[in-house]
């Protein structure tokens, strides 16, 4: 299958900002990362009676993306400690800016995006083609007026999550069950709630990997929603699944040797 409009689909993975916590509460500075990370937890808990941080004090350490343009198909992840937080951040911004892709995400809009937007202000982050309106310097700007990246409803960022779940937070569904569900392996490992255990293990490699996987598995069911559309047919879906395991074979890597077994095993 030939992709003429490039996509982009991403996810990231994150962990508490601790230099962020010390900042904003004054921690006593011989306080270690895991009793900062801690003590935030706690303070959450008692405020709402869960330890998800507020998406401000999420710092990236990876962001998986898949790139589908033309006849090829790339995987790769931009991630720490290879690359600091801006870095990544950045480097993210600058492919929408080379490619102008459609991007897609599993609950983007509501947790990966506003991530991304905190946490680029705060590293000082540039991405004018993300933040286009319609109002841009580019030869195509007007366009961005009827569809870009920052509206809900608009296609060039699809939230398949926000979208399938027709924008009722009750409706929605996780990625690794229906993942499973329609025969593709779904979390190999470690889902978001480990991560943090994982880093201060540190086992880097290891989030991004799974990251990497979790990347896929969306890619994949966007291929399956695209289908549900009617911009292919089953024989073009089916075949692009096989595309996809091909090129996934060629990259002849251990987590992917993983993943390609799980998927074997759940045909």
């Known amino acids: 299958m030939n992709f003429h409009r490039p ?8 962990i508490p900002d601790v230099p962020g916590l010390r900042r904003l509460h004054g921690l006593d500075p011989v306080l270690s990362d ?6 935030a937890f706690q303070q959450r808990r008692a405020q709402s009676g869960h330890d998800f941080l507020p998406l401000h ?8 993306c898949v790139l589908r343009a033309g006849d090829s198909f ?6 720490a400690p ?13 492919g929408i800016e080379k490619f102008t892709p459609q991007i897609v995400s599993w609950n983007g809009g509501g947790f990966d995006l506003p991530v991304l937007h905190y946490r680029g202000l705060i590293h000082g982050v540039t991405a004018p083609r993300y933040w286009d309106l319609g109002d841009g310097d580019y030869a195509d700007s007007r366009d961005f007026k009827w569809n870009n990246y920052i509206s809900r409803y608009h296609t060039r960022h699809l939230d398949l999550m926000d979208l399938l779940a027709l924008y009722q937070p009750r409706a929605n569904a996780p990625l690794d069950d229906l993942a499973k569900l329609m025969g593709f392996p779904g979390k190999l490992g470690m889902d978001g709630s480990k991560v943090w255990e994982a880093w201060q293990a540190g086992q880097g490699d290891e ?23 009617g911009e292919q047919d089953k024989a073009s879906c089916t075949a ?5 395991r091909a090129e996934l074979e060629r990259l002849n890597l251990p987590h992917w040797h993983e993943y390609l077994a799980a998927w074997g095993a759940t045909d």
């Open 7 to 14: 996509v982009l689909v991403f996810d990231i993975e994150t």
């Open 34 to 39: 895991a009793e900062v990370a801690e003590l």
């Open 57 to 64: 004090l999420q710092r990236v350490v990876a962001i998986s």
């Open 74 to 79: 790339k995987v790769w992840s931009l991630a």
């Open 82 to 94: 290879a690359l600091s937080e801006a870095e990544i951040i950045q480097r993210f911004f600058d």
């Open 207 to 229: 989030i991004r990997d799974y990251c990497e996987t979790d990347v896929v598995n969306t890619y994949l069911v966007f291929n399956r929603f695209r289908l549900l559309r």
């Open 240 to 244: 692009e699944e096989a595309f996809v």
